[in-house]
């Protein structure tokens, strides 16, 4: 069975500050999304009650990616294929990514079933997996909470807001995860170690072929923080908070 | 000219997407057409609300089968002529705008939590970096998709719409419904409460949500959580949960107890006018977006405030 978790290098997002609301992210160090740990440690699961296969981990991102990659392959991920750039996959859309990761996809022998994490950790726009699927033309199951390989189909439990459908999809597809599927492991120490001898194929994103239309379809204007003035009044007690929500009416008595 | 589709499997999400249809060809001219598919009263419901409604009805389309329905949502955007969609962004309106805007070259922008017509675009706004800022931004390529989160427009009245049958063609799915069980149903609208208590994992047990529960009673208000008391802990409903993947919520009062503050949480209660946090940990982020601060127990504090509200 050969897995692949398409991963998004994200910057830590407790560790960046702002200044006049404008994010600074240079020096924020970098990790994987949270869902999109989910979606590596369930290719991991699969893979260990098939008793075989291959985890393949693709991801999309500036050169640090070939050092966030270690966390993925520490673990549990077999592999990794890289596609890095200086700077121009860190202001890509959606769009552009989708197209990246497909042409990265599709250099890969075999792929039974390709996981995502149901949206990003910075932006959590959720639109990696839907294109990903249409452009290999594969069938995409959503919102997984569940997962068993059956033959050549996977029966996934897809919650959703007020129903849970279980779905049978034939292989190979794309399924995205949510959080609440499983806890990703966390690695020991000799997972750590071993994690920078396996295998990582690394190509330029000049090295892809894109074809000629590709750009940026969606323009960011700005980014800024939410203005936030909070009185942050320290009180000693119940009795003293419950007297200063009284005195704003914001409760009778 | 050039025209608005719009199209969500939920009626009230489909009526808000109207007004906000409605919103920006108020200014652009754009006509407005509203597809539904297998859903003859929602096209009843939209036409009685001054929709031109187009209709897809094919009993070989599984709505469950984003991919498949993206084709059909393409060759009705075709046969419309229409450069804008706009989508409700629930969680399967949110996968059906990634899948449907690579279906037409579209560029996208999901969660839209605002959005405005301005020199010829469509300015949207959402979140971003996890919720800690705001993204403002626009869609350049000529097809927009564009998934509205749920409440950000009222629901749209009118009269006198249409409705005419849409024809499109469905390849056989590769995906098979097995089962559909209905969530245990918890009708809260915690963003639309007045006075929420919302508990984290500073709760030591389930047991201990009785106590909250009783807090919130008492101050006639809804009991709400973070993420993972309801994901991992499964004490609450997700209905419940606030946040980027939850509800984002408005309340007078907002009290946090046992929440440590971190993004994905705060985005959903930033605009409580007034909030509370009681957290062990003096250093908690989340005093620091807190009006009145109290580092103390919540198991403590919380039967001290019922006491005293008696
Ligand atoms: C894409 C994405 C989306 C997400 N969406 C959401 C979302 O919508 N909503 C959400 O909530 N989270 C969301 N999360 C998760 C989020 O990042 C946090 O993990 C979560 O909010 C933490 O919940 P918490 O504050 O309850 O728990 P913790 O972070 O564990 O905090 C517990 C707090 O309780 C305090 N405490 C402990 N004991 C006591 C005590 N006895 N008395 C008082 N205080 C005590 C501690 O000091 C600590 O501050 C999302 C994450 C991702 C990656």
Known sequence: MNLVVAMKQIPDLQQIRFSNRRPVLADVPKSFGNIDKNALEAAVLIKESYGDGKVTVVSAGNEELEDTIKEALAAGADEAFLITDDNALDDADSSIVAQVLTEAIKQLEDVDLLLFGEGSGDNYSGQMGPRVAKLLDLPMVGYASAIEIKGDTAIVVRTLEDVEEVVEVSLPAVITVQSGINEPRIPSVTQILKAGRKPKTVQ????????????????????????????????????QLLDALKNENLIGG | MAGIMIYSAKDNLALELLSAARALAATSGDEIKALTVNNDSQAQMLSAAGADVYTINSSGLVPADIGAMADSLAQAVQQMAANVVLLSSDRSGKELAGSLA?????GCITDVLDLQGKDGRIECRRNALGGAAIATQYIESDRQVIAIAPKTFSAASGQGGSVTELQVSVKPSSIKVLEVKEKDKDSVNIDEADIIVAVGQGLNSKEDLAMVEELANKLGGQVACSKPVATDKKWLSEERVIGLSGKQCKPDLAILLGISGQVQFTVGIRDAKTIVAVNSDENAVINQMA????????????????????
């Open chain 1, 204 to 239: 330029d994103l000049e090295d892809l072929d894109l074809g000629s239309d590709h750009k940026n379809q969606v323009v960011t204007i700005d980014i800024l923080a939410p203005e936030s003035n909070r009185k942050q009044i320290k009180v000693n007690n119940a009795s």
């Open chain 2, 102 to 106: 690579q279906a037409i070259g579209a």
């Open chain 2, 291 to 310: 009006d009145y601060v109290l580092t103390a127990d919540l198991h403590e504090v919380v039967p001290e405030l019922i006491s005293l509200l008696a």
